[in-house]
């Protein structure tokens, strides 16, 4: 198995060389199937990774690459499978892989067709490279190739300006939190002479050292999680990139990309568990970050973008759970949400496709009547997200919230389930905007609706299932039920120094309390959920065209102006001193030292040539002078 | 002893012939006339014709003389060219004014 | 008394020198540097130099000088055909020739100490020891003029021809 794990990472990449360079030259089926495949092939791998990691209890290391050895810095290109990135493997490839099918109905009209899935194989690549690496170096490969393949695949029209732009934008801020991560990573070689994760985890474990480097180190980490994981104040460039094909929302922005940050705290969760002040950190981010992209939710009107400020509020939610160091349930909840928001993203394009390309919820309704299996497996999300009982969001929620009101007090909980309640109300608002009441789009939408094809729902099914039953993966103790806390146990898996990868961290609370706090959660999310359905359906509380808000309406409807903020305070300012710039450097500075160059020599040569004018009497008086200057220079 | 030599120090016909070359050069640099030209260059080196051979009688050296001898073979001979080339630029400009002379130049 | 007739001599000739540069009638000029000539003529005399005074009385004064009168003749240039000069242009000329002047002399001031080489000899100067002397060490240059005054004569004649169809 050792020598087969390379396989996983390098068969996508395989598909992305064929279909970049030949991609064109194939008949689209064909295109689609080797990219699919690719992923398949990762997913069977992975699994077989995954039993022997179950089997023998001990990661499986794989050594590669001796990339660079430069003084006492020796960094290979190798591959760590234990418990944790086992996990995240699965979800990759496995999510991917139904991403990659339903592409291959969804795009099937477009012209760049094997040039998505070219790009869909090198994400996966980079993600899997990045779960996968045994040093730090190999997570920043992957993060970088996955912020790569975002802009590629943000901007995948990319005939359309405003697209490009988006695509920019993601990056951009992504290299922002590129820095703090980069620091983080000079911090931790400088403190412990090595990226390697076993290194450094084992020298923690052995030498003590001080707090204030572990704080900064972490603090360090989580800028960068914060840029790619989209928390404030880098999270703006999410709801851009929905200009991007849905597949890529559901893969990239949804289900994987976005929870590296995750998985790099849960990763050094060893050297968070140190720091307590980073911890708080992580978590007051984390909560603000959910309640204000819960709150810019609930007045979107275009499909996508409800469900990308709905991604932000749940990365918001996990990473509170990380705070509260509850880091196998931030890992629980990445589980289920990949099911469910991959479900709700396909389901949403599913929407998409067949309204010909129309996004704005107003102009949708009663689509249940004409997309029944969209329609089902899209209530199957909208249930799962809003944390119903039974189904998997309910679970993994309902752990976040029990460690929130276990190590962060009364208030804590109250903010995390303020944030759950807007959930279930901006979801339910989504939902009953769309399939419920009476159509409101054109006459020929009306005609091209129709169910989208196999290749798309099938998916989209086996995607619902898995929301519905996740949350036997981890269910809680106090419940008596087996298997109880399957993914925790697993997590904690020993590492090659024996320790858990991902320790367990158990709720302090009595069972009677934890009884009481879920029918809480249960109760708010039905609540709101009927509260929706009783007011979205009818006809008269569509909402308004954009002209007609005003008051909180507005000011919800325009995301609290953050984009009109950092156009303020950092792109005119950045504009403005890059013209100063080039104004004074480079038009005036070096464009005149090099023109003056020339023009010093011109008038040098205009100056001498004066001496040639013709007239003998001057030339005379120029040779005896110049014979005088050569007696003196002889004489003196 | 020649008389000459005992009564008379070799740094006066020095400063004779250099002022009757300073002599000379002035009148290259002011005159027009190209045939007073060509008459201070021959005043030039007759200047130093005259040191020449006052060198080789204080030194008693026969080398100077002969020297002398072939400046005023090469005078004779650049005379007569340079009076030919004179008379040729007459005949195209219709004067001997060396400042009609300025096609030279960039 | 030698220093006397240096004297007035070496004044004469500074003075017809000048007389040449500066007299506004070209033919005036010629007959000025004749004088000179013949002034120079006189101290070469006087430096017991026969053979060098003779050849410069009749290569200078009775062959350049005639051949000068004779071009001034046939340019018919008796009168005065000069245009004044500027000030400035005379005062930096005069400046010019100055510096050399004053350059030259300043370079060989402090004394000039005379090398004791050959044995004082009176006679050198005379047709007998020059002729000797020409005629073994310096052969060669001497032949090397004949053939310079050999390509004269065949330039400046091809230089004054008016048809240039030979």
Known sequence: ????????????????????????????????????????????????????????????????????????????????????????????????????????????????????????????????????????????FGWEGVGLCSYLLIGFWYTNRDYNLAANKAFIMNRIGDLGLLLGMFLIFHTFGSLQYETVFKHLAENPVETGVITSICLLLFIGAIGKSAQIPLYTWLPDAMAGPTPVSALIHAATMVTAGIYLVARCNGLFSLSHEAL??????????????????????????????????????????????????????????????????????????????????????????????????????????????????????DEILAHTFDH??????????????????YMGRLLFLTFYGSFRGTHEQAHHLHESPATMTIPLIILAILSIAGGLLNLPHFMHLEPSQWLAHWLAGSDANGQAVVPMTEVHILPSTEW????????????????????????????????????????????????????????????????????????????????????????LGATFRRLQNGNIEYYLIGMVAGGIGLLLTYFL | MLPIVQSVPIDYFVYLCTALFAIGVFGVLIRRNAIVVLMCVELMLNAVNLLLAAFSTYLS?????????????????????????????????????ISLLDNLKW | MTLTIFLVL????????????????????VLYLILTFFVIAALYILLNAQFLAVV???????????????????????????????????????????????????????????????????????????????????????????????????????????DLNL
């Open chain 1, 280 to 397: 708080q950190v992580v978590a007051v981010v984390g909560m603000a970050t959910s309640v204000l992209a819960a709150l810019i939710g609930l007045r979107q009107n275009d499909i996508k973008k409800v469900l990308a400020y709905s991604t932000v509020s749940q990365l918001g939610l996990m990473f509170v759970a990380l705070g509260m160091g509850a880091y196998a349930s931030a890992m629980f909840h990445v589980t289920t949400h990949a099911f469910f928001k991959a479900l709700l993203f396909l389901g949403a394009g599913s929407v998409i496709h067949a309204m010909g390309g129309e996004q704005d919820i107003r102009n949708m309704g009663g689509l249940r009547k004409h997309l029944p299996v969209t329609f089902w497996v899209f209530l199957a999300g909208t249930l799962a997200i809003s944390g119903v009982p039974v189904l998997s969001g309910f679970f993994s929620k």
């Open chain 2, 61 to 97: 050296d026969a080398q100077g003389q002969i020297m002398v001898f072939f400046i005023m073979v090469v005078a004779a001979a650049e005379a007569a060219v340079g009076l030919g080339i004179l008379v040729m630029i007459y005949r195209n400009t219709k004067s001997t004014d």
């Open chain 3, 56 to 162: 410069h009385l009749i290569v200078y004064a009775g062959a350049i000088m005639v051949l000068f009168l004779f071009v001034l003749m046939l340019l018919n240039l008796n009168k005065d055909t000069e245009p004044q000069k500027s000030a400035a242009w005379l005062w930096s000329a005069a400046a010019t020739a100055g510096m050399l002047l004053v350059v030259l002399t300043g370079a060989l001031r402090g004394g000039i100490q005379l090398a004791a080489g050959n044995p004082p000899n009176p006679q050198v100067g005379l047709v007998e020891n020059l002729g000797k002397v020409l005629f073994t060490d310096f052969v060669v240059p001497f032949e090397i003029a004949g053939i310079l005054f050999l390509a004269a004569m065949v330039g400046a004649v091809l230089v004054g021809k008016r």
């Open chain 1, 1 to 140: 198995m050792q020598t087969l794990i390379p396989l996983i990472p390098f068969l996508p990449l395989i598909g992305f060389a064929v279909n970049g360079l030949f991609g064109g030259r194939m008949p689209k089926s064909v295109s689609g199937w080797i990219g699919s495949g690719s992923v398949l092939l990762s997913f069977l791998l992975s699994v077989m990774a995954f039993m022997e990691v179950s089997a023998t209890h001990a990661p499986i290391r794989s050594e590669v690459y001796p990339f660079m050895s430069v003084g006492s810095l020796h960094i290979g290109f190798g591959f760590l499978v234990d418990a944790l990135s086992a996990w995240m493997m699965l979800i990759v490839t496995g999510i991917g892989f139904l991403i990659h099918v339903y592409s291959m109905g969804y795009m099937h009209d477009d012209d760049g067709f094997s040039r998505f899935f070219a790009y869909l194989n090198l994400f996966i690549f980079s993600m899997l490279l990045l779960v996968m690496g045994d040093n730090f170096l190999m997570l920043f």
């Open chain 1, 516 to 603: 009481m706090l879920m029918g809480v959660a249960s109760v708010v999310a039905i609540v709101a959920l009927a509260y929706t359905y009783m007011v979205y359906t009818k006809p008269q509380n569509v909402p308004a065209p954009d002209e007609q808000l005003s008051g909180w309406g507005k000011i919800l409807a325009g995301k609290f102006y953050v984009d009109e903020l950092y156009d303020t305070l950092f792109v005119r300012p950045t504009e403005a001193f890059s013209k100063t710039l080039h104004y004074y450097v480079d038009v005036w500075a070096i464009d005149g030292v090099v023109e003056g160059v020339g023009k010093g020599f011109q008038t």
């Open chain 1, 408 to 425: 962060g007090g009364p208030i804590w909980w109250a903010l995390a389930s303020f944030s759950s309640l807007l959930t279930a109300v």
């Open chain 3, 10 to 29: 070496g004044v004469i000739s500074l003075v017809t020198a000048l007389m040449m540069v500066l007299a506004r009638n070209p033919v005036h000029s």
